[in-house]
Nanobody
Framework: QVQLVESGGGLVQPGGSLRLSCAAS????????MSWYRQAPGKQRELVAL???????NYADSVKGRFTISRDIAKRTVYLQMNSLKPEDTAVYLC??????????WGQGTQVTVSS
């Protein structure tokens, strides 16, 4: 019953920045953790960033210091600010909402391509 809609993906040069958005159709941040996953061709799905119902955050080592996850509760939107992008960041990025991270609801995905 929860719909998640991602936006903000695209093509960017190495060293550039993008901000991804995930808009939720219901007010769910108090009951579900919100997270961003990514999946590149031929690779396992990877948890990139997570924010819990209490606001605590965690990041994959590969993006720590470059990516920031945040929430705007009033707008029912979670963001992923991506700076200093590298070609290895190229992937489909998916928004997830779940009582258990990696389960529950998923967005449609948005493509991020980092290339010169």
């Amino acid at each position: 019953q929860v719909q998640l809609v991602e936006s903000g993906g695209g093509l960017v040069q190495p060293g550039g920045s993008l901000r991804l958005s995930c808009a939720a159709s219901l007010s769910i941040f108090s009951i579900y953790a919100m997270s961003w996953y990514r999946q590149a061709p031929g690779k396992q799905r990877e948890l990139v960033a997570l924010v819990t119902t209490s606001g605590s955050t965690n990041y994959a080592d590969s993006v720590k210091g470059r990516f920031t996850i945040s929430r705007d509760i009033a707008k029912r939107t979670v963001y992923l600010q991506m700076n200093s992008l590298k070609p290895e960041d190229t992937a489909v990025y998916l928004c997830n909402a779940g009582r258990i991270t990696g389960t529950g609801y998923w967005g449609q995905g948005t493509q991020v391509t980092v290339s010169s």
